[in-house]
């Protein structure tokens, strides 16, 4: 992939997650071409400590073109990495996807930062209800699978989030650059810092 250069602007969050005890450490870089994420996540689910590092990469209309997904849960390692034309078609390490065609977006189940991915992409579209496929991970039942979900802005900085498949809902609030502040009972931002360049 051709380098992103140069720079706007940097953000570094820190995310606690309530229902795994989790920590994760996110820097989102811009650029004029599009957005680099690379971010560590470490927690527990009951006993068991687990680490998740992963990196996502968009082009200018923050379609998901790219991601790497490096997991460590009950003695077991497994890394992902797709590549995508930012269309919904997507490849790992050249073998088509047929499986992932239309899914857009990913939902990464241990982060709130991948709902930032459709509330941007989408932008003022969200003033009407959006329905969306996604790539979801659910990174410690090791399930990987496309998934129905619908986001619809009630504000600038609140929008409403349902998982169709599920049923599942969830009213997030976020910031200016639609970066999850409180996704509730979920995930809290507890650390925020930008560097414009």
Known sequence: MEHL????????????GHQ????ENCVVSIYEKGAEIESVIVGSSGEKPFRLDYTIRTNERWETIFFDIK????NKKVELSF?????GNWTDHGKPLEGFKG???????????T????????????KTEQ????????????VVRPNLQEYIGLTDFCYQYRNIDNGYEALLTVDELG???????????????TSDY
Do not use: A, M
């Not at 590549?83 to 269309?87: A, I, L």
């Open 5 to 16: 250069q140069p720079e706007l602007k940097q953000i570094n969050l820190i995310w606690e």
């Open 20 to 23: 795994y005890n989790s920590t």
């Open 71 to 74: 997991s460590q849960f009950d």
């Open 83 to 87: 590549e995508s034309d930012g269309k």
């Open 103 to 113: 899914c857009i977006d990913i939902d990464i189940s241990l982060t709130p930062f």
């Open 115 to 126: 709902n930032t991915l459709p509330i941007r992409r989408l932008g003022t579209k969200l």
């Open 131 to 142: 329905e969306i496929k996604v790539i979801y991970f659910d990174i410690l039942n090791q």
């Open 179 to 193: 970066l999850v502040v409180v996704y509730p009972t979920q995930f809290t931002r507890s650390t925020h810092v």
